[in-house]
């Protein structure tokens, strides 16, 4: 088990730029998650996957948000058109079986600045 | 709406002395909650956990209560460490569709030596 992990840690790009985030769950968990953290704040549910399906995606910030989990098993984020209010941690999380009563797991989560 | 909350944004003890950390939630449909521990420039990382038919629940160094009558939870961290401290999230989750967790603000944990 070596948790759940999420690359690049850091990305700094310049506005109207396109970002995509990578997460690797922990391998035999069926939900991935992702969540974005600004400074001060806890962490804020975007979406989350159940093997390659996307179960809940009305909670993304925008339409220039989307994720995807094409195999069940890694996901990306994909961030268009980038605005500095873009800026935060984007946390990525797993679980086996549902959130509810199913420990989820958070990565370290990758840092966006926006320029 | 109705959401998770913290009582206290920052809280000092005494290195070797116990914590208490406490959140109040508002949903009453929530089901399950969690503490995690979020270090400076690192991911949450689960504490402990505890149901809803539950109302205490232990583990090393650490115990939850559950309160549901007045929708209260509490951390309590027994003889603290440097290492302790930390920026402590309580997080729920009400079932439904949506099955993501609810964060509270979050309480700042400053262990003094």
């Known amino acids: 088990d070596t948790g759940v992990s999420q690359d690049p840690r850091h990305k700094i790009t310049k506005r109207g730029q396109n970002v995509t985030f990578r997460c690797d769950p922990i391998?035999?968990?069926?939900?991935l998650y992702w969540y974005r953290q600004t400074l001060g704040q806890g962490p804020e549910f975007l979406t989350y996957?159940?093997?390659?399906?996307?179960?809940?995606k009305s909670r993304l910030l925008s339409n220039r948000f989307s994720a995807e989990r094409p195999k069940g098993s890694f996901s990306t984020l994909e961030i268009q058109r980038t605005e500095q209010g873009d800026s935060a941690m984007y946390l990525c999380?797993?679980?086996?079986?549902?959130?509810?009563?199913?420990?989820?797991?958070f990565g370290e989560g990758s840092w966006l600045t926006v320029v | 709406g109705e959401s998770v909350g913290l009582h206290l944004p920052t809280l000092s003890v005494q290195e070797g002395d116990n914590s208490i950390i406490n959140c109040a939630y508002s949903?009453?449909?929530?089901?399950?909650f969690i503490w995690y521990k979020q270090e400076s420039g690192k991911g949450p990382q689960f504490i402990i956990d505890?149901?809803?038919?539950?109302d205490k629940r232990q583990g090393q160094r650490v115990t939850v209560l559950l309160n549901k009558t007045v929708k209260h939870l509490s951390l309590q961290i027994a003889a603290t460490q440097p290492g302790d401290s930390a920026v402590y999230f309580c997080?729920?989750?009400?079932?439904?569709?949506?099955?993501?967790?609810?964060f509270g603000k979050g309480t700042h944990l400053i262990i003094q030596p």
């Open positions: 999380a797993s679980s086996y079986g549902p959130g509810s009563g199913n420990t989820i797991y």
């Open positions: 997080a729920e989750n009400s079932g439904g569709g949506a099955d993501g967790l609810t």
């Open positions: 996957f159940q093997n390659e399906a996307q179960l809940e």
């Open positions: 949903n009453s449909a929530s089901d399950y």
């Open positions: 391998s035999e968990h069926n939900r």
């Open positions: 505890i149901r809803s038919n539950m």
